[in-house]
């Protein structure tokens, strides 16, 4: 079957790095995704990547490993408005997305 | 105004019932979704429709019906509502001519919370 993993909840404080892991076990690899969800709010995106490597873009980064399923989401300098869950989803043969059921990122002051 | 738009935003219902969400969008994308999310799960596709004549079941599609009125409206529909039914319900709109960087980049509507009792 078809997996994504996810920690179920990560705490940090204001002002630090925190990273998100996301491994997965899909049939066929078309891109994976990481979106950002407040509380009671719709998933937003925030990255995609197909290639390995790291993509970065502001706060956020996101890199990706293909040969060994796995990626993670690389949060700098972390404010409270960070507080939110992030999905992970990847794209797989058939172009499905397959969902994670998110890491809920709590931040502290 | 929002680009994708789910109404109602909650609703209370009770076994047995016949409920329509409505979503509709105003992004111009031909491909729209209906996904549950349940606490502790990933976001699970219902429907997806990638035109008005496109319409294809999802990973659960058991219990639900769609319609896609028009490019930009598409109903989801729970023709006797049942208590696990009751989840928050997500519509969404991509556009594969995004190309490699934007392809299949869901915008999502604000949800509709479901409860049946």
């Known amino acids: 079957g078809q997996n994504i993993d996810q920690p179920t909840e990560m705490t940090a404080t204001e002002g630090a790095i925190v990273q998100i892991n996301c491994t997965y076990q899909?049939?066929?690899?078309?891109?994976l995704f990481w979106y950002q969800q407040h509380a009671g709010e719709a998933p937003t995106f925030l990255s995609y990547?197909?290639l390995d490597g790291l993509e970065e873009k502001g706060r956020f980064s996101s890199f990706l490993s293909r040969s060994k399923g796995y990626s993670y989401l690389l949060l700098k300098e972390l404010q409270m408005k960070d507080s939110a869950s992030y999905l992970c989803?990847?794209?797989?043969?058939?172009?499905?997305?397959?969902w994670g059921a998110g890491t809920k990122l709590i931040i502290k002051p | 105004d929002a680009d994708v738009t789910q109404t109602p935003r909650n609703r209370i219902t009770k076994t047995g019932k016949r409920i329509m969400l409505e979503c509709s969008q105003t992004?111009?994308?031909?491909?729209m979704y209906w996904y549950r999310q349940d606490p502790g799960l990933g976001l699970r596709l219902i429907y997806y429709?990638?035109?008005?004549?496109?319409?294809n079941k999802g990973e659960i599609s058991d219990g639900y019906s769609v319609s896609r009125q028009a490019q930009a409206k598409f109903s989801l529909s729970l023709e006797s509502a049942i208590p696990n039914q009751t989840a928050l319900y997500f519509c969404?709109?991509?556009?594969?001519?995004?190309?490699?960087?934007?392809?299949?980049?869901?915008?999502f509507g604000a949800g509709s919370r479901l409860t049946v009792l």
């Open positions: 969404a709109t991509s556009d594969l001519r995004g190309g490699d960087s934007g392809a299949n980049v869901l915008t």
């Open positions: 992004k111009g994308h031909d491909r």
């Open positions: 429709s990638f035109d008005v004549k496109d319409i």
């Open positions: 899909t049939s066929g690899f078309n891109g």
């Open positions: 990547n197909v």
């Open positions: 989803a990847v794209l797989d043969s058939n172009y499905q997305l397959i």
